[in-house]
């Protein structure tokens, strides 16, 4: 059996080229015994786009880091909230007479499997559940907490889009980039791709996003020359394009014994096209060709493991905060209002509970400030996406919180300031990537003062945290500070973290 598989790829692999875009439909025969042996072959870009990218000794030194940290985590992280929302914008591009409707409703069905398939509440994970016991034990499909949304609100200017339009531009945006949809996943639709669709491995929400060509877009009969043709007609392109983009590899890896990063992906030898029996094997053990991150047809691919969901969401804690911040601002009804306390930028406030006319001014400065204004300054070192601060009262409430910061900045100087009444704090800094602001990446430093004087100065060599105690009050008439406790921790104290999760909840 396998040996037939290998030659039947090895001479598919002759007609490749050729074919790639033929509208071949599989014949019945091939459907059962699982071999395209045409070139009507799930094709997708992806490791070509990471060719290009990591030509870029910059963007390799920082995906090996990025790699090297999502690796490092075993489990999943704990999210901030219990619902993580990933605001997404699509944009059509080189459309010729558009139906502006068509393609809304193309792209909200396009966004509706990728909420169920990462979700595990797709139809067809029955088909899943019916052979999983026996084929596959001990593995559990995954279900994802995180969602997409198509933006509703709050849209760049210049797409003419209002407040209660969903994101989806037509002949807007050329290329696959672009900077004004920083804070979105981006899904670009373009004709004649060469492949179903390409990502890069690992996103980074500047700008960026997943390209699917305009024949493996959404599910339906499609608008015009943007339609979902078989047997990529079931929007599962942009479910495995999107798996790259969180940092999901193909299942085979590379081959057998080369892993994809995830531990409960079984080891395969290569790719399976087409829809194939269940029970093939490969490297000792059966292949899960039916997992999303393979090349089988839309219909025959139905499942994501738990591992690879916790993997994408561990990937989307530590390097997508820009997007899951981005969510309060652009998702969700458009009428809501400022709440000044709830953690979500809503209503007219231009921070986080703070600024528009119902909430207080945003980085509190002295001037606004009738108790006592506290500066923070970070010196940043290369890496400040990876520092979160927050200073909690006496009671272990979050009063102010910030970060994390652009990269590659080293040696920029940032400032907040936070107005607090006489009493003691707790200042807690982060570093996620457990190195702290110094001496690797840059000499980064943070400090607190009042008044212009330094009561507290750290040199970043903290590792994953430094937490200061301090109390502020008054002495001899002026107003003064000082340090009760420093810890410095190279990694989060299991104290600390169990605290967190238990007020998070
Ligand atoms: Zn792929």
Redesign the pocket.
Known sequence: MKKLFVLVVILSGLFFTACEKDNFKPQEDELITGYSNTGNKRT?G?DAKMKILLSDPVYKAQHERKLKMINSIIGLREFNSDTIILPMAVHFEQVSNPDIECLRALAKSQIAVLNEDYGGTNEDISKWQNIAGNTFPGINNGKAHFKFCLATKNHPDGYGLEDGDIAVTVNKVTGENSSDWSGYINIFVIPNTGVLG?SPLGGSGNGDGVVIDATAFGKGQGCGSIFPKEPYNLGRTLT??L??YLLLD?IWGGGCGIDDDVTDTPDAEQEYYGCPEIGVASCGSTDMFMNY?D?VNDACMFMFSEGQVTRSSNYISTSLQNIVNNAAKVCGETTTEATCSDGIQNGQETGVDCGGPDCIPCGNSGSSCDQTPIELEFVLDDYGSDITWELLDEEGVVLYEGGDYPDFQSGEVVQDSFCLAYGCYTLIVEDLFEDGLCCEYGEGSFSLSIDGYEFVQSDGEFGANEIIEFCIGEEDGEESASISKRVISPRVPAKIEAARIAKKR
């Open positions: 997708c992806m390409y495995h394009e798996g790259h193909h991150m090349y």
